[in-house]
């Protein structure tokens, strides 16, 4: 069986079997019930894919995959393409976002060459997992080989395999790709489905201009390759209008959770990878934490979609990663308070008054 | 001329000297302009007040203040008014939400003394500030005289210049008090001013008939101290209707705001002496981030009122200065993008397209 075959028939819904023991150890902590409001949820969230009442403290690790997309000939982006390369010799010298937010929460960050269209062979420290110099342009061919898609897959499964191997049990993931919301939002538009006008955003800051060149890019090529109907196949539209990062991304969120691996997702690019992983299995969603509502128009409207709440709503619109990792504080904060805030009983802490129609209530 | 004359004298609005150049140099930064959304508003309040281009990483403590309240005879809480002081023993233990998310943030947590109704001069660790045992009932009597409330607010002040001469530039807030929403929704209701309905909220989790009480014991209140028209002296409305704790915290945004020092404002009760502080000397309010939307029904309004927008929203309830401190590390994080992210020249990284009409944009 192949490795992706594998993880998405490994991939099991999160057993409720915990789930009363559980609430009933954050209800015993010193604070009035619900008073540490979706921390809790968070914890709670975390214990049962962990499978312990009082989870360990997340081991962390933060994979960000870079790869260039063929679509940014249609002029889809604010930057040129070869910012990509340049971002990731950036992150190797430590001096972009993801490597100061990784270095402020702690969080092991490790940058992977899955598709950038730049020979990256000689650069220390990448992981070099490249399946080809960038995807082709969606708008007249397909953006990858069904052999392709199904390699930078693995990629992803891969590495969450090792991740799961050296102990990680919070993943978070980033990417880095000159012109990726176009990709992510072609995949959002088919997969949600959704209209292109509520989906498309501006991305890194297209002007007015640009911002209907993408559109009109995301409709030519899902005409080109007939996806204009519903029920997609998730694989396929991956395949043929996705992004050699964004099919990375899916494998790792496959892979974790086949491994029970809890995995904060960071921005935009990455829900969409997240909508394709949990298409391909929907057990996949009981894993997935989402980071924060990113700034990019269309998010909203995904999040709304899949009837998420992300931990945090900072403006954001960078990806990297930067989203995942902050919020992940905010889940070892969570676990934290599980295992070391006294219970009410340990403390001698009263608790509520009884209610009632008299007295104090 | 008192600690309070001259702190409030002290304060004065931050200036806009360095605005260009700390933008300027945000700017710079390898991302593209506003990408990191709130983050870099915070990371640019903090400069201007710190009057530093690229400020040093803040140096933080954060300051619970522990105060009883005589109109808990009323009926307004959900628990027992000895919670308050098992809860600062349990603080002393360690296992308070606050202890673990201080230590989470590398915060340093003090925690004062400034009205408790027990005899806590045994207890080793807190800050004995004490002004009196718990404030009266404010439905019968003013809560405290105008030497007492000077008193609490002095304690607050002092703190803020211990912190000062101990190089603390991130202040946060916190308390601890069965009862404390009661006052503070009686100082927001007074000094914004605004509805009963809208600022009276459940608290720790009051029943229906708990909220009632509420509010009938804030309105007999207002009644009762002729505060029920426009312009009320916050001084006045302080002393009749506040509380001890809040005093204090009132006293500490004055001082740390007269010695420059950012101060993270906590949720529901905090906000209550920030609006204090700020009708006492408006240029306060520059000083001032706002870490969380509380869960308590009138934060919402309160917000709204001063036009702010809290960086976290977690549906927190619970005070202690949890949500500062979870807010705290963000501002760490903002300081460090400013001083550890490279610049597009450092980097060698592209800018922008020229936006035009034709080309990429």
């Known amino acids: 069986m192949s490795l992706f075959e594998k993880a998405k028939k490994d991939i099991v ?14 209800n015993d902590l010193t604070k009035p019930p ?32 870079a790869g260039d997309h063929g679509v940014t000939e249609e002029g889809v982006s604010a930057f040129p393409a070869e910012v990509t390369v340049q971002m990731v010799a950036n992150m190797m010298q430590g001096g972009a976002a993801i490597n100061v937010f990784g270095r402020h929460v ?10 950038v269209n730049a020979d990256l062979s000689a650069m220390e420290g990448v992981l070099h997992r490249k399946v080809r110099m960038g995807t082709r342009n969606m708008v007249t061919e397909a953006a990858m080989t069904e052999a392709e898609v199904m390699q930078a897959l693995e990629v992803g499964i891969a590495l969450a395999l090792d991740a799961a191997a050296d102990g990680v049990t919070l993943m978070g993931t980033g990417e880095m790709g000159i012109g990726n919301t176009t990709p992510a939002a072609a995949l ?18 297209v002007d007015d201009v640009g911002l209907q060149r993408k559109r009109d890019a995301i409709a030519a090529a899902v005409r080109l390759h007939s996806l204009d ?12 209008v996705g992004g050699l990062e964004i099919a990375a991304l899916t494998g790792l969120m496959l892979g974790c959770a086949a491994k029970r691996i809890a995995v904060v997702v960071d921005g935009f690019i ?24 990113s700034a990019e128009q269309g ?8 009837g998420v709440r992300p931990i945090l709503d900072l403006g954001f619109r960078l990806g990297e990663g930067t989203g995942a990792a902050l919020a992940m504080s905010l ?14 009983s340990s403390a001698g802490v009263s608790t509520a008054l009884e209610e009632s129609g008299e007295g104090a209530a």
Not at 299 to 306: C, D, I, M, T, Y
């Open 13 to 26: 819904e999160v057993s409720s079997e915990l789930d009363e023991q559980i609430w009933a150890h954050i």
């Open 34 to 65: 619900g008073a540490l409001g979706e921390l809790e949820q968070v914890a709670f969230r975390f214990a049962r894919i962990r499978r312990e009442t009082i989870p360990a403290v997340p081991k962390k690790r933060l994979y960000t995959f």
């Open 106 to 115: 702690d969080c092991d960050v490790q940058v992977v060459d899955v598709g």
């Open 188 to 205: 959002m538009h088919v997969l949600l489905p959704c209209d292109l006008k509520q989906i498309v955003g501006r991305g890194t800051g």
């Open 229 to 240: 109907g519903n029920d997609q196949d998730p694989l396929l539209a991956l395949q043929k």
């Open 270 to 293: 990455s829900s969409a990878a997240a909508l394709v992983a949990c298409k391909l299995n929907p057990a996949t969603s009981d894993y997935l934490l989402f980071s924060h509502l």
């Open 299 to 306: 998010h909203r409207r995904f999040v709304e979609g899949l």
């Open 331 to 344: 889940v070892d904060a969570s676990v934290k308070m599980m295992r070391e805030m006294a219970t009410f």
